[in-house]
Structure formats: C-alpha cells, structure tokens
C-alpha cells in the first residue's frame, strides 16, 4: 500500500481482517433458494470449503481512461462492508495510481500522477451511493456471501435470480445471470453515476464473466468485463474496464 493514506492502510487493512468461525460449504444450505442460484453455489463452491467473506484479488487488465490502457491492481473485497481497489496504469507515458473505495460508509476515490500531481479526487454521498452499488455489483466474487443476511433472493427464470444486496443503507437489485450447467454469466442492475458526464441518477450497470478459474474451494470467473448502459445498444461506448483475475487469496 505505498503512496496510499494512513486512513486508507487502516480500511484495507480491516477489511481483510479473517472471517471468525465460518461455517463449510454443504448442499443442504442452498435449499430454497432459487434454482440458477442453486446451480450456481454446488459449482462455486467446493464441499466442505470454509465459507469465508472476504478476497484479495491480483488483476491485470485495461481501463479506459480517454484511450484503452493497461493496468495491474490489488482489491480487498468483503461485501457488504466494502472493498478497496488500488491500481497503477500510465497517462501519457508517466505513472498514475490511486484507488477507488467503499468502507465506513463512505466512498472515495482519489488518483495521481507521478504520486503527486491529482488526476482525479471525488467523494460525498454522490460518490458514497456509486461505490456502494459496486460493492453489491461484485458480491458473486466472493461466492459465500450469497448465502448471508446481506442477500436475498428473488426468483427470475431458469436462468437468471435478482439478488437484493443490502450495502450501508442502500438496497441493490443485482439481476445475476447462471448457465443451465452453474457457470456465472453476467451481474446486471441500476447503478447510480454520471457516465459520460451526465447528470447523476441511475443508470444500467453490469458485468459480463467469461472463463473461469479456481482458487482453493471457489470457481470464480477468470475475466470480466464492466461498464455503464449494460444491455443497451449504447454497452460498448459505456465499457470501461477489462480484466483478468491472476491470485485470489480468501480469508
């Protein structure tokens, strides 16, 4: 964590803090839950696995910053109570990093050039609601969290199950999409932003998973795709980032 806030060290470093006494993975936890769900759990999630709530994830990938470039990033994820994500890429050949964050209730995010010079900085309820939505965007990384008091499920179809997610004081609508075999396919919802320099209000959100990969007792997608105006015609201008997942470390 060089070049990051003390008070940013303290967040990751609570929010990475171990799950205490988590139960094992068994089939009969799924029970009642809806079936694309179901499928979902029995292949994520190993028999018997510990069902820890928190991941460290190594990435690599591409973000759209004007033009596509590359990045490598550390993210601590614990839904519901936050996540932090901190990167390095290149902005006209010289270094940028920073992170993004949810955590105390708050979100922030805060990006410089050379270390120094700011590039980005946001916070407030505005910035607080996005990130949030984030955090319940991304629960399925952590596959036990399905089945905690933060997330309750709602039947779709055979394929898909909407996922209320209970981050701070929001409630998200995470419309998730299961292959008939349990692959997870994509995340949809209403996220609240300003793509494109807009207003900021509720627009389409989501992530596309492809491939997968496995670490300890948990399958987890091997790339993602995410951005704004998920499933509209306007997806590909709203795409923004890119990656793939090389370690991901469950405590």
Not at 14 to 28: E, M, N
Not at 164 to 192: C, D, K, N, P, Y
Not at 203 to 225: K, Y
């Amino acid at each position: 964590m060089t070049g990051y806030t003390p008070h940013v060290r303290r967040e990751w470093a609570a929010l990475a803090a171990p799950t205490v006494s988590p139960a094992r993975f068994a089939a009969h936890m799924t029970d009642g839950l809806p079936a694309p769900v179901r499928r979902w759990l029995a292949h994520a999630v190993a028999p018997g696995a510990p069902l820890l709530e928190t991941v460290e994830l190594v990435m690599h990938g591409e973000i759209r910053m004007g033009t596509w470039r590359r990045f490598r990033a550390r993210q601590i994820l614990a839904p519901p109570r936050g996540l932090v994500w901190a990167a390095e890429s290149r902005l006209a050949g010289l270094p940028v990093s920073g992170y993004d964050r949810y955590s105390g209730g708050t979100g922030e995010m805060r990006w410089r050039l050379l270390r120094i010079v700011p590039v980005v900085s946001g916070s407030g309820p505005d910035i607080t609601r996005s990130a949030a939505g984030r955090v319940a965007c991304e629960f399925p990384l952590v596959p036990p969290v399905a089945l905690g008091p933060a997330v309750c499920w709602e039947p779709a179809h055979d394929r898909e199950a909407v996922a209320h997610v209970r981050i701070g004081q929001e409630e998200f609508a995470v419309t998730t999409r299961v292959s008939l075999s349990g692959r997870l396919e994509s995340v949809a919802m209403l996220r609240w932003g300003n793509p494109g320099g807009d207003i900021y209000g509720e627009h389409p959100f989501g992530a596309v998973f492809e491939g997968e990969t496995r670490f300890g007792g948990f399958t987890l997608p091997r790339t993602v795709r995410a951005g704004w105006w998920f499933g509209t015609d306007r997806w590909r201008e709203g795409e923004f980032i890119r990656f793939t997942i090389e370690e991901a470390a469950y405590r």
